[in-house]
T-cell receptor, first 115, second 111 residues
């Protein structure tokens, strides 16, 4: 039981390049989230998914796209990376029925630098 | 506006001492409040989850309190250890399970 696994852990991109971050969870959770964490700020929600095949925008969705083709995977894509997207990205998941009080599990983070 | 404010921003204490971290929130309606510990370079790990009806919850040397009337929570760490050095994040859940994260308090425990 690995929990929430993110790949890659580190990546350096040039402005305008594209990339995809992969999040995989083996806990059969319905809800999955992508956050970004910047110095001095709380985690901010980029996109989330309440189930396979569904996605929704969070508070900072611009410049990102997501897909949830399989229940266990949640992909975050950057089509044309910008320096403002330099950040640490965290994926998280939680069970649906206990979404209100259950534990939110986080991955270890993916550090992205855009030059 | 739904906000979570944590204080202090950072704190340095000696090993073995106690400390208390504060969290004030304006999230409404309130559903639950969580405290997370985030080690440097790692993802946040849950310490406690408290609902509206809970005043106190402990997890080993960590004790969280909640006053839903004043919209304040605290995290008390007893007999601190070097491994307690981390960022502690307060997260409040509001309407529709929307989570609002505080910026965190960075704790450093010195020997």
């Amino acid at each position: 039981n690995a929990g929430v696994t993110q790949t890659p852990k580190f990546r350096v991109l040039k402005t305008g390049q594209s990339m995809t971050l992969l999040c995989a969870q083996d806990m059969n959770h319905e809800y999955m989230y992508w956050y970004r964490q910047d110095p001095g700020m709380g985690l901010r929600l980029i996109h989330y998914s309440v189930g396979e095949g569904t996605t929704a925008k969070g508070e900072v969705p611009d410049g990102y796209n997501v897909s949830r083709l399989k229940k266990q995977n949640f992909l975050l894509g950057l089509e044309s990376a910008a320096p403002s997207q330099t950040s640490v990205y965290f994926c998280a998941s939680i069970k649906t029925r206990t979404a209100n009080t259950g534990e939110l599990f986080f991955g270890e983070g993916s550090r992205l630098t855009v030059l | 506006k739904n906000q979570v404010e944590q204080s202090p921003q950072s704190l340095i204490i000696l090993e073995g001492k106690n400390c208390t971290l504060q969290c004030n929130y304006t999230v409404s309606p309130f559903s639950n409040l969580r405290w997370y510990k985030q080690d440097t370079g790692r993802g946040p790990v849950s310490l406690t989850i408290m609902t509206f009806s809970e005043n106190t919850k402990s997890n080993g040397r960590y004790t969280a309190t909640l006053d839903a009337d004043t919209k304040q929570s605290s995290l008390h760490i007893t007999a601190s250890q070097l491994s307690d050095s981390a960022s502690y994040i307060c997260v409040v859940s509001g309407e529709g399970n929307k989570l609002v994260f505080g910026a965190g308090t960075i704790l450093r425990v010195k020997s």
